[in-house]
Every structure is written in C-alpha cells, then in structure tokens.
Nanobody
Framework: QVQLVESGGGLVQAGASLRVSCAAS????????MGWFRQAPGKEREFVASTRWSSSSTYYADSVKGRFTISRDIAQNTVYLQMNSLKPDDTAVYYCAAAFDQGRILGLKEYRYWGQGTQVTVSS
C-alpha cells in the first residue's frame, strides 16, 4: 500500500515557475516508479513525467520537455515536479501516481496508487 499527498499548486502568470510536491508513504517504495500526470477540464488525464525510486532515470512528455524537471528526495520520500516557463496550456489538476517499477515507461493504467491532485492555474 502506498499513500500519496500532493501539495504546492497555485495560480501563477505565464512564464513563471512553480514546484509541486508529492509526499509518499508505504513499504518498499524502492520498488515503485513515480509519475506525474495532469488533467485539464474536458480533457483526458495525460502523462507529464516519471522517475524511479531505485534510479535517477527520468521520462518526460514532449509538451514539457526542457521546461519541467522531475526529481526525488529519497530521505524525505518526496517526489517533486519543478515547472518553469509555465504556459496557460499547463493549467490542470496535477496528480502524483505510483506503479510497480518494471524497468520501462509505464502507461497511465499501470499506475496503481494516486494522490488527490493539486490545481495549477497559469494565467495569460
């Protein structure tokens, strides 16, 4: 069982930066991959970025590559998503999720545990 709690969302202007956090708890976190997803109103939930507790491997959606950075703090059991050069199109609820690490990029449906989400709004 893994529990995830996101924080750090808010309202910012286009071009600004924001960092969202995901505090994880549970046993054997090292066996999990961690992902950030987002869902805008009227749209499907989409992949943003992922990493692994057991390594520093990272993966990004093309839409955020070069602007967003996912990282993890093993001592704090926390995963971060640093978002720079934010655009109005980045407005969404951002969700943290965990899945059994299979050594490859995982699809949305493979993520078993989800946080409650945090709202990020970017004004133009």
């Amino acid at each position: 069982q893994v529990q995830l709690v996101e924080s750090g969302g808010g309202l910012v202007q286009a071009g600004a930066s924001l960092r969202v956090s995901c505090a994880a708890s549970g046993r054997t976190l090292s066996r999990y991959a961690m992902g950030w997803f987002r869902q805008a109103p009227g749209k499907e939930r989409e992949f943003v970025a992922s990493t692994r507790w057991s390594s520093s491997s990272t993966y990004y959606a093309d839409s955020v590559k070069g602007r967003f950075t996912i990282s993890r703090d093993i001592a704090q059991n926390t995963v971060y998503l640093q978002m720079n050069s934010l655009k109005p199109d980045d407005t969404a609820v951002y969700y943290c999720a965990a899945a059994f690490d299979q050594g490859r990029i995982l699809g949305l449906k493979e993520y078993r545990y989800w946080g409650q989400g945090t709202q990020v709004t970017v004004s133009s």
